[in-house]
T-cell receptor, first 111, second 112 residues
């Protein structure tokens, strides 16, 4: 079974802090994605990556950056956390054009 | 801008009934279509995928695709209370990169 693991299930951070969300997959998938999910807005793509050290902006990249130094690991970085970044963050991975598998999610609260 | 539209619901059906969930998409070049189930507080999990026009059956689930009408549906036969969840339709487009665009989901409530 594909396993996508996010480093934290719940996280509380202060406004202005730099926040790192980590995601690791164990199936050698080349594609990795970061989404955020908010009530009424659905899943929105923040960033994605198709290869090591490669990244592409999704639909809502503002305020975020990413890092992919190894194939299995994809990190989402909030450079200076703000309250409007309080959300559920979901990491996913996929092989080629196949379905995406999701991690368990990180519920981030910025206070 | 690619769009995937779903009725937000809730769709309420009695136990044992057929639940019909619908989805339309705007990108005519979309090739692959996925249905995910998401329980409250959990992450989405894949139920089915469909690539070709017509029906695809897997147990109690049937996915239907009509590319001419840009329409995808999911039928759940013999609905169970454990099917109560939000169902997300996702569409894979090929505009340089393969990324999934998700609908906002339809909440299904199955009453005993």
């Amino acid at each position: 079974d594909v396993k996508v693991t996010q480093s934290s299930r719940y996280l509380v951070k202060r406004t202005g802090e730099k926040v790192f969300l980590e995601c690791v997959q164990d199936m050698d998938h080349e594609n990795m994605f970061w989404y955020r999910q908010d009530p009424g807005l659905g899943l929105r793509l923040i960033y994605f990556s198709y290869d090591v050290k490669m990244k592409e902006k999704g639909d809502i990249p503002e305020g975020y950056s990413v890092s992919r130094e190894k194939k299995e690991r994809f990190s989402l970085i909030l450079e200076s956390a703000s309250t409007n970044q309080t959300s559920m963050y979901l990491c996913a991975s996929s092989l080629g054009a196949a379905e995406a598998f999701f991690g368990q999610g990180t519920r981030l609260t910025v206070v | 801008q690619k769009e995937v539209e779903q009725n937000s619901g809730p769709l309420s059906v009695p136990e044992g009934a057929i639940a019909s969930l619908n989805c339309t998409y705007s990108d005519r070049g979309s090739q692959s279509f996925f249905w995910y189930r998401q329980y409250s507080g959990k992450s989405p999990e894949l139920i089915m995928f469909i690539y070709s026009n017509g029906d695809k059956e897997d147990g109690r689930f049937t996915a239907q695709l009509n590319k001419a009408s840009q329409y995808v549906s999911l039928l759940i036969r013999d609905s169970q209370p454990s099917d109560s969840a939000t169902y997300l339709c996702a569409v894979l487009g090929y505009s340089g990169y393969s990324t999934l665009t998700f609908g906002k989901g339809t909440m299904l409530l199955v009453s005993p």
